[in-house]
């Protein structure tokens, strides 16, 4: 089963341990956190709960 990361776009591939699951998963490449819920093999509810991270240059322009 994959899954598209809802902050980032990339494919996210859920073994057979997520066929049914009611959880988080992380997406490796931007660290995006979403809540999921699967039966028999399928995607029955997907939430963002955290977007990826900033980038930690931009979070320090302007400060001293």
Not at 4 to 14: E, F, P, W
Not at 15 to 39: E, H, S, W
Not at 49 to 63: A, E, I, K, W
């Amino acid at each position: 089963m994959k899954l598209n990361c809802l902050s980032c776009g990339h494919t996210v591939d859920l073994r057979d341990g997520y066929n049914d699951y009611d959880g988080q998963v992380k997406c490796f490449t931007c660290g995006g956190l979403m809540a999921i819920r699967t039966q028999d093999g399928q995607i029955k509810w997907v939430e963002l709960v955290v977007s990826r991270p900033r980038d930690h240059d931009s979070t320090l322009q302007g400060t001293i």
